[in-house]
């Protein structure tokens, strides 16, 4: 069984630049959520998605964006990056909305240069 | 504000010995408390978790103590391996119904062979 997949594993960006993420969840996972690590704030929750629908979204700017597909694959955007934006961006999949269980992925390790 | 913290950034013991990682948290209105530990390179892995309404709770070679007085949430790991090697992380989930966890900093675990 695989699990949570997340791309790109690591990438570079240049200020003002957009990025996008892609998760794709366990097979029957419906609810994905994003998490943000960085060695000072630690993980801090993004959103929650749960059939294609955003149930929860954490204290992060418009500039922070996701979307979830029929298909429970979810893409998180950021817009108009900056330097604060560099960090370890986490997927997690549950199989319902309101888990404690979460399983991660490794995560898409994103700098801003 | 909510707050979830861990007294000690790293904890070394002896391969064979009983680990004790503690956290301390601030939010009364948490109903349910977890531990994730994240080795390296990987996502966080899920430990093992704890309703508010209870005080115990055991796994395989883990014990989570939750002291809703003190606001006090401890995880008991018995004959630490190497392999336990990692940081771990308690974490809040407000009401269940949504996978907004609110993670501590992480202490970091470290076995002496």
């Known amino acids: 069984k695989a699990g949570v997949t997340q791309t790109p594993r690591y990438l570079i960006k240049t200020r003002g630049q957009q990025v996008t993420l892609s998760c794709s969840p366990i097979s029957g996972h419906r609810s994905v959520s994003w998490y943000q690590q960085t060695p000072g704030q630690g993980l801090q929750f993004l959103f929650e998605?749960?059939?294609?629908?955003?149930?929860n979204k954490g204290n992060f700017p418009g500039r922070f964006s996701g979307r979830q597909f029929s298909n429970s694959r979810s893409e998180m955007n950021v817009s108009t990056l900056e330097l604060g934006d560099s960090a370890l961006y986490l997927c997690a999949s549950s199989l319902f909305a309101g888990a404690n269980v979460l399983t991660f992925g490794a995560g898409s390790r994103l700098t801003v240069l | 504000g909510e707050s979830v913290g861990l007294h000690l950034p790293t904890l070394s013991v002896q391969e064979g010995d009983n680990s004790i990682i503690n956290c301390a948290y601030s939010?009364?209105?948490?109903?349910?408390f977890i531990w994730y530990k994240q080795e390296s390179g990987k996502g966080p892995q899920f430990i093992i978790d704890?309703?508010?309404?209870?005080d115990k709770r055991q796994g395989q070679r883990v014990t989570v103590l939750l002291n809703k007085t003190v606001k006090h949430l401890s995880l008991q790991i018995a004959a630490t391996q190497p392999g336990d090697s990692a940081v771990y992380f308690c974490?809040?989930?407000?009401?269940?119904?949504?996978?907004?966890?609110?993670f501590g900093k992480g202490i970091t675990l470290s076995v002496r062979p």
């Open positions: 939010n009364s209105a948490s109903d349910y």
């Open positions: 998605y749960f059939s294609e629908t955003q149930r």
């Open positions: 704890i309703r508010s309404n209870m």
């Open positions: 974490a809040e989930n407000i009401d269940g119904a949504n996978s907004k966890l609110t």
